[in-house]
């Protein structure tokens, strides 16, 4: 009997130790245990998160994206500028370059099988950077055009007048400050402040352009005044590349206004054998005490440079600093040309002070005059020489004028 007792109390202690061991693996299973739902979103999450990590761009305050590339062609219009500006499908031109030029310029654009210029941009109305632009008018679809509203009364400035008018086109006065943009890259106008100059090259339009980390500055005509301007309105003018004022003339690209851009690479639009010297020794000094990499039209023709946003390429190799125009004078002592701001009429006329010979012209003839022709009873414009072959004038029969 005792016997019997002592089985029965081993056999309900194996028991109750089997329900431990029971109720532990039941415990460790139930922790481990995930139901067929679970297990799906689990999926669900974890695709979530992969998708989310493979969208999620980490742009740093001074990266921009952008796509594509960007290129920018200062092509070869001898002693004037035009610079072609492309990024995707939209097409920027800065200038028209020579009424001599205007052949090669329309053969170039027409080689790159452009059919639209998004913006065109008449920085001011000096013949060598608006020569071109009634044909450019003529033959291609015209976005937004630039142009200040001062007026001339040279047969150029007539010619693109004509064409705007032909087309329907208005063009738009440049607003300091306003943006504007070219594909991915933005564009700022930042000159002209001041309009009230007797010089005409100081309502030249300044534009800077920025395309991803790569800034570029053209300046057109701008003068020493119009940097001043410039640096005083506290505008960033630091750029990559500089397109050199006025041609490399020493009119332009004044100490505070290169410190202040800081380029890295200049490029210069003149033309051989220029009557003017330029580049100017001046300038060139600047650009080589500064290490900067110049490039020239007139020593590499047409000049293309490619920027992917971050790094910049040339088509061509980097020239030396010699002044003046290769195969011409080394002076820089040649003087520029000036304007004359005539208030009553909003006119501007063109006389120059290298040369001493000023001959007039009239408002609707094609002959130009010495003072006191009958010719000129009803009208009377003063004009060089020089000026006044280039814009197609013929000398008068009757007075024999210098030729």
Same mark, same amino acid.
């Given at each position: 009997?005792?016997?019997?007792?002592?089985?029965?109390?081993?056999?309900?202690?194996?028991?109750? !130790?089997?329900?431990?061991?029971?109720?532990?693996?039941?415990? $460790?299973?139930?922790?481990?245990?995930?139901?067929? $739902? =679970?297990?799906?979103?689990?999926?669900?999450?974890? /695709?979530?998160?992969?998708?989310?990590?493979?969208?999620?761009?980490?742009?740093?305050?001074?990266?921009?994206?952008?796509?594509?590339?960007?290129?920018?062609?200062?092509?070869?219009?001898?002693?004037?500028?035009?610079?072609?500006? $492309? $990024?995707?499908?939209?097409n920027m031109l800065i200038d028209t370059?020579?009424?001599?030029?205007?052949?090669?310029?329309?053969?170039?654009?027409?080689?790159?099988?452009i059919k639209k210029i998004d913006v065109l941009v008449l920085t001011h109305q000096h013949e060598d950077h608006i020569g071109g632009a009634d044909a450019v008018i003529k033959a291609f679809? +015209?976005?937004?055009?630039? !142009?200040?509203?001062?007026?001339? &009364?040279?047969?150029?400035? %007539?010619?693109? +007048?004509?064409?705007?008018?032909?087309?329907?086109?208005?063009?738009?006065?440049p607003s300091v400050g306003a943006t504007f943009k070219l594909g991915d890259a933005n564009c700022t106008i930042l000159s002209p402040i001041n309009t009230n100059s007797k010089d005409l090259n100081t309502y030249s339009i300044v534009i800077k352009l920025v395309y991803g980390n790569n800034k570029f500055l053209f300046t057109g005509d701008a003068q020493a005044s119009n940097e001043?301007? !410039?640096?005083? %309105?506290?505008?960033?003018?630091?750029?990559?590349?500089?397109?050199?004022?006025?041609?490399?003339?020493?009119?332009?690209?004044?100490?505070?206004?290169?410190? /202040?851009?800081?380029?890295?690479?200049?490029?210069?639009?003149?033309? %051989?054998?220029?009557?003017?010297?330029?580049?100017?020794?001046?300038? !060139?000094?600047?650009? =080589?005490?500064?290490?900067?990499?110049?490039?020239? &039209?007139?020593?590499?023709?047409? +000049?293309?440079?490619?920027?992917?946003?971050?790094?910049?390429?040339?088509?061509?190799?980097?020239?030396?600093?010699?002044?003046?125009?290769v195969g011409g004078s080394s002076s820089s002592s040649k003087s520029t040309p000036k304007v004359v701001l005539i208030p009553e009429s909003g006119k501007v006329t063109q006389s120059t002070q290298s040369q001493n010979v000023t001959v007039y012209v009239t408002k609707t003839g094609k002959k130009y005059h010495v003072d006191g022709c009958s010719s000129l009873s009803k009208s009377k414009i003063p004009m060089s020489l020089k000026e006044a072959k280039k814009e197609g004038y013929t000398p008068c029969e009757k007075c024999n004028p210098p030729q």
């Amino acid at each position: 009997m005792r016997n019997m007792k002592r089985g029965l109390s081993f056999l309900l202690v194996l028991m109750f !130790m089997f329900s431990l061991i029971g109720c532990s693996s039941t415990s $460790q299973n139930t922790t481990s245990t995930v139901s067929p $739902q =679970q297990v799906g979103t689990n999926k669900a999450i974890t /695709k979530e998160v992969s998708k989310e990590k493979k969208n999620t761009i980490s742009i740093g305050n001074d990266i921009k994206v952008v796509d594509g590339t960007l290129k920018v062609h200062y092509i070869n219009v001898g002693q004037g500028d035009s610079i072609l500006i $492309q $990024q995707g499908s939209q097409n920027m031109l800065i200038d028209t370059g020579t009424n001599a030029s205007t052949s090669s310029l329309m053969a170039y654009l027409q080689s790159l099988n452009i059919k639209k210029i998004d913006v065109l941009v008449l920085t001011h109305q000096h013949e060598d950077h608006i020569g071109g632009a009634d044909a450019v008018i003529k033959a291609f679809n +015209i976005g937004t055009l630039y !142009m200040n509203k001062v007026t001339t &009364t040279t047969k150029t400035y %007539k010619d693109v +007048i004509n064409a705007m008018t032909s087309k329907g086109l208005k063009p738009t006065a440049p607003s300091v400050g306003a943006t504007f943009k070219l594909g991915d890259a933005n564009c700022t106008i930042l000159s002209p402040i001041n309009t009230n100059s007797k010089d005409l090259n100081t309502y030249s339009i300044v534009i800077k352009l920025v395309y991803g980390n790569n800034k570029f500055l053209f300046t057109g005509d701008a003068q020493a005044s119009n940097e001043k301007d !410039m640096i005083n %309105k506290e505008f960033d003018l630091s750029a990559d590349v500089l397109k050199v004022g006025h041609h490399g003339s020493d009119t332009s690209t004044s100490d505070a206004f290169l410190s /202040k851009v800081n380029p890295k690479y200049a490029v210069i639009s003149c033309g %051989k054998n220029n009557d003017y010297g330029h580049p100017h020794k001046s300038t !060139m000094d600047k650009l =080589q005490a500064k290490g900067i990499a110049v490039y020239r &039209t007139d020593e590499s023709g047409t +000049i293309v440079c490619t920027s992917d946003g971050k790094n910049i390429s040339f088509n061509v190799k980097a020239g030396d600093y010699k002044y003046g125009s290769v195969g011409g004078s080394s002076s820089s002592s040649k003087s520029t040309p000036k304007v004359v701001l005539i208030p009553e009429s909003g006119k501007v006329t063109q006389s120059t002070q290298s040369q001493n010979v000023t001959v007039y012209v009239t408002k609707t003839g094609k002959k130009y005059h010495v003072d006191g022709c009958s010719s000129l009873s009803k009208s009377k414009i003063p004009m060089s020489l020089k000026e006044a072959k280039k814009e197609g004038y013929t000398p008068c029969e009757k007075c024999n004028p210098p030729q």
